[in-house]
């Protein structure tokens, strides 16, 4: 069974270029959250999707935007990126009905803006 | 709002040696709180957790209690080794019978030596 799985593993943007990270849940697992982590710090939220619609947004300028699919893979769009968006993108799946279960992260996108 | 506050690191250990690592949280109703761990190059991993006051997570010899009167959730190890060398953070998420977002901790680092 795979596990949550994230692409690419690995990038490089441009200041004020536009970025999409992407994400595939664990098999069975319908809700999609993104997290920045930077350098040193803890992980920070950034949107839930569930049912193909964002259902929780933490403190993130409307520059980060998502969007989840049918088959509940999501992404993660940053457009004018600054060099402050460098970070591990983290995301998590998790399963809506079972409350407190397990959330499952993927080994993260490491976004370097230049 | 919500918030977890980790004792800051690095922390390093002899093998063998007992580790803490304290947590407290600030949070209202009735959160559910973790400890997840960061292997270098990593994603998170749930190490542990706990979803109500006075309940005790464990897993690889790794202990925390949910005390609610001190609104902490300190992990500890009795024999540390040097393949627990990771980043840990601490997190809590709100009790609301759905997947709320988890709120992290900054992490503390802990370096076994042997």
């Known amino acids: 069974d795979a596990g949550v799985t994230q692409s690419p593993t690995h990038l490089i943007k441009t200041r004020g270029q536009q970025v999409t990270l992407r994400c595939s849940p664990k098999s069975g697992h319908d809700t999609v959250s993104w997290y920045q982590q930077a350098l040193g710090q803890g992980p920070q939220f950034i949107f839930q999707?569930?049912?193909?619609?964002?259902?929780q947004r933490g403190n993130f300028p409307d520059r980060f935007s998502g969007h989840q699919f049918p088959n509940y893979s999501s992404e993660l769009n940053v457009n004018a990126l600054l060099l402050g968006d460098s970070a591990l993108y983290l995301c998590?799946?998790?399963?809506?009905?079972?409350?407190?279960?397990?959330?499952?992260f993927g080994q993260g996108t490491r976004l370097t803006v230049v | 709002g919500n918030s977890v506050t980790q004792m800051e690191g690095p922390v390093t250990l002899s093998e063998e040696a007992f580790l803490t690592i304290n947590c407290t949280y600030t949070a209202t109703g009735y959160p559910s709180l973790f400890w997840y761990v960061q292997y270098p190059g990593e994603g998170l991993q749930l190490l542990l957790k706990?979803?109500?006051?006075?309940d005790k997570g464990s897993n690889k010899g790794f202990e925390a209690t949910y005390r609610k009167e001190t609104t902490s959730f300190h992990l500890e190890k009795g024999s540390v080794q040097v393949s627990d060398s990771a980043v840990y953070f601490c997190a809590l998420r709100d009790y609301g019978g759905s997947q709320g977002n988890l709120i992290f901790g900054k992490g503390t680092k802990l370096s076994v030596k042997p």
């Open positions: 999707y569930y049912e193909e619609e964002e259902r």
């Open positions: 706990a979803t109500k006051a006075d």
């Open positions: 998590a799946s998790s399963l809506e009905r079972r409350t407190n279960t397990e959330a499952f």
